[in-house]
């Protein structure tokens, strides 16, 4: 009995086992960032890996204000060329999926939102040149028009809706998204979504694929530290900071060579600086209005102005942190909580090493021979013509317009050569 027992247990066991290795996963990967390089690539690289471990789906939670148009192509690609489904899910409630967000949401191979989520918005902005002019203008509304509309078509949404997501800048609710055909379905959770997409049929690159999710394990993919400092970098306040950071560093380092230490910092501050700025397409205006700002400031330490220099540095330092990102999206420029600290606090330290110099160039000099004039010192001889004197813990041969008997006290008038000219004091 016992060995049948064990036997049963055994088998049980085997097709448990069984089972748990035939299910597959479904990959989560939250977005809750704004759209950019550092998020493409990650996004690309997981779907990657999700077809190379043959997963059910991926699902892309989406909550995100939209971002920058490459970085959204290059995702939007990669789903349209994956081989495993794509679920992109514009959860939780709260949540929305604008500009970007709205585009790459229509190119999944199944679309679904959650109760108090919206969806578009879409219409294009020039991000870090400025405003554009209206037949550049007319030029990128068009090509993001017809790139949606064959978005939508090849998902067979309503291609009409998405025009107008772009051309009027329409924003939608998740139920009459619904209505309308601009995403497959609604679900409360992910286990909902999950439970709903099992059993659907989607074509991917690799042909038609039936959801095969109900006895998947979830796995859900977070950012690795990598992807989280390249992420930080994208952050046009860290940007920001870190150029002026790394301004400083240099700085300090010209005015005191060998100091090291400023000079390493300032120049890996610099260059994590120029990558956020190429990844966030930074304005070279604001650039060269911070970098102009710096040189008034560092030709005011040579030059006294009187304050004009300065004055000058601090607006263009400010209208140049203003411009670095000119963009109409707030989550792409520097913040003001940002910018005036930062302004304030680089003008302090440079206000307060031009003092310095200005204090230290009125100085009396108190070294070499200009140093010695106005002394006191004692006469080693009789001095008229010529003589000695004792002056600063040394002999000096000295001379006088005066007689100055030997013993007398004495102050040091002038010098010529290594003659002192003294008078009685």
């Known amino acids: 009995m016992r060995r049948h027992v064990k036997t049963f247990a055994v088998l049980v066991s085997v097709l448990l086992c069984a089972a748990y290795a035939s299910a597959k996963d479904i990959v989560v990967v939250p977005v809750d960032d704004p759209i950019t390089p550092v998020l493409a690539e990650y996004l690309i690289k997981s779907i990657e890996e999700a077809e190379e471990a043959e997963a059910a789906c991926i699902i892309i939670q989406i909550d995100t204000p939209g971002g920058l148009d490459l970085a959204m192509r290059d995702i939007i690609k990669k789903i349209l060329a994956a081989e495993v489904p794509v679920v992109v899910y514009v959860a939780p409630g709260g949540a929305r999926a604008a500009s970007a967000g709205a585009l790459i949401t229509l190119a999944a191979h199944v679309a679904a939102m959650a109760p108090g989520t919206n969806i578009g918005a879409a219409h294009p902005v020039a991000l870090g040149g400025g405003k554009m002019d209206e037949e550049m203008a007319a030029k990128v509304e068009n090509d993001a028009a017809a790139y949606i509309e064959s978005i939508a078509v090849k998902r067979k949404r309503n291609k009409e809706w998405a025009i107008q997501a772009v051309r009027e800048s329409v924003s939608i609710s998740e139920e009459e998204a619904l209505k309308k055909n601009v995403i497959d379905m609604t679900a409360e959770s992910l286990d909902e979504l999950i439970e709903k997409i099992h059993g659907r049929d989607v074509e991917t690159a690799r042909g038609v694929v039936k959801l095969d999710t109900k006895e998947a394990r979830i796995t859900y993919k977070e950012m690795g530290m990598r992807e989280n400092i390249l992420k930080a970098l994208a952050n046009p306040n860290i940007a920001y900071i870190l150029f002026l950071a790394g301004l400083a560093g240099l700085y300090f380092e010209f005015s005191n060579p060998g100091a090291i ?14 990558y956020s700025m190429q990844t966030l397409s930074a304005n070279y205006a604001g650039v060269l209005l911070i970098l102009l700002g710096v040189v008034l400031f560092v030709i005011e330490l040579k030059v006294v102005s009187y304050g004009l220099l300065t004055i000058g540095g601090i607006i263009a330092l400010t209208l140049g942190s203003l411009m670095l990102f000119d963009s109409p999206l707030p989550y792409m420029r520097v913040s003001l909580a940002v910018i005036l600290p930062t302004v304030c606090l680089v003008s302090a330290v440079f206000i307060l090493a031009i003092t310095l110099v ?3 160039q009125r100085r009396r000099v108190t070294t070499g021979s200009e140093g010695i004039v106005g002394m006191e010192g004692v006469a080693q001889s009789d001095v008229f013509s010529a003589g000695k004197v004792f002056v ?29 000219k003294v008078k009685e004091k």
């Not at 230490?261 to 120029?274: D, E, H, K, R, T």
């Not at 001379?399 to 006290?409: L, R, T």
């Open 261 to 274: 230490f400023p000079g390493v910092i300032g120049g890996m501050s610099l260059i994590l600086a120029f």
């Open 392 to 420: 600063h813990g040394e002999y000096w041969n000295a001379c006088s317009d005066a007689q100055i008997p030997k013993g007398a006290a004495i102050r040091v008038t002038g010098i010529e050569g290594m003659v002192l």
């Open 358 to 360: 200005v204090k230290g």
